[in-house]
């Protein structure tokens, strides 16, 4: 399954790989564990969390 994705708008800050790692709400998010980025689910919460940074 694939799934296409697009750019809504530009953040207003950078969310860096340091920032994401040290909040507590992505502990558990595979693509801070795992090699393989790009197929490393992201769920809702999660993007919330993200989103959060920005």
């Known amino acids: 399954m694939s799934v296409a994705i697009a750019a809504g708008a530009p953040l207003a800050n950078p969310v860096t790989l340091a920032a994401m790692k040290a909040d507590p709400a992505l502990r558990a998010l595979a693509m801070l ?7 490393s689910p992201v769920g ?3 993007w919330q969390a993200i989103m959060a940074l920005a």
Not at 33 to 39: D, H, P
Request: hydrophobic fraction near 30%; aromatic fraction near 0%; glycine fraction near 0%.
């Open 44 to 46: 809702v919460d999660e």
């Open 33 to 39: 564990r795992q090699s393989r980025l790009s197929v």
